[in-house]
């Protein structure tokens, strides 16, 4: 069994900063391409970041691409998007998603396990 807990989301004035983490258990997290996603309430989840197993490639989408970071750390079994300069409609519950796979995708349905989210607020 794999869990995913996502922890690191707050309340942040626009062009502030925020380091979401997503730690893993059950499994090593070598064994995953890994990726992040977001929902605003009435929405569909769209894909935000995405990171190759062995972090061998990341993919960002166009609107947080330059401004958010995906990265992982294997010793500590975590993965992490650092978000920078943050604009209101970067509002939305943040979810970490791991697919059992060597490749990320940007499509929702090809990953294999989530966690609960973790809100994201950012004022205006």
């Known amino acids: 069994q794999v869990s995913l807990v996502e922890s690191g989301g707050g309340l942040v004035q626009a062009g502030g900063s925020l380091r979401l983490s997503c730690a893993a258990s059950g499994r090593t997290f070598g064994s995953f391409a890994m990726g992040w996603f977001r929902r605003v309430p009435g929405q569909e989840r769209e894909f935000v970041a995405a990171i190759n197993r062995y972090g061998a490639g990341t993919y960002e989408s166009d609107s947080v691409k330059g401004r958010f970071t995906i990265s992982t750390d294997n010793a500590k079994n975590t993965m992490y998007l650092q978000m920078n300069s943050l604009k209101p409609e970067d509002t939305a519950v943040y979810y970490c998603?791991?697919?059992?796979?060597?490749?990320?995708?940007?499509?929702?349905?090809?990953?294999?396990?989530w966690g609960q989210g973790t809100q994201v607020t950012v004022s205006s």
């Open positions: 998603e791991a697919r059992d796979s060597d490749w990320a995708t940007f499509e929702l349905r090809e990953y294999d396990y």
